[in-house]
């Protein structure tokens, strides 16, 4: 005697298929390898559901412990890191445009949270440390020869000024006076020169025109 199975869609022998008193000729209606995949995908998809929803009751109930795990599991596995890496690639490749626009909308919806994120970033401060050193200079510019209350620039922001060597931050300059600072380098010498030359030009004009009097 030989049956079909639904699934596979080959004739099997009556060995190959588990007994079953419900149906009418005594066998399952799919052969013992079609049953036994089935069972296995079943028991797999459970056990996922299962640790799923372990994931998500320990992210709810200690959301912090969850994350550290998670991170100190990706910066000790290099493997799992790779990994991670080319799934992240991949996903960016396919989403790329749809990110971008979501990224954007969301800029202008929570401008704070992003600038908080650059400082963060680029010289280890949040967004409130910069106001703090801003309040702490009495909300004007850092540069005792400037002094201004307004920041200016393109944007009408103040500039965090940092050590480009040891990445430290300094303070916060306005617009013109980080421009400055960064067109000469920030080299002392360069700034101080320019002073004299000033210093030079304003005493040569009042001699012409002490002269001319």
Known sequence: MTKVCPRCEKEKPADDFFKNRRMKDGLSVYCKVCTQATRKDRKNESDRKTAREYKQRIRRESPESERERDQARYANNPVRRTQQKEANDRWYQENAEEYKAKLRADRKVNPDKYR????????????????????????????????????????????????????????ILCASCNLTLGNAKEDRSRLIGLAEYLQQYEEKSTQVVEASV
């Open 116 to 171: 908080s994120y650059d400082l963060k970033k680029k010289y280890g401060i949040t967004l409130e440390d910069k106001q703090k050193m801003l309040k702490s200079q009495g909300g004007r510019c850092a540069n005792p020869g400037c002094r201004t209350s307004e920041p200016g620039g393109r944007f009408n922001d103040w500039h965090v000024d940092h050590n480009h060597l040891t990445n430290q931050v300094r303070g």
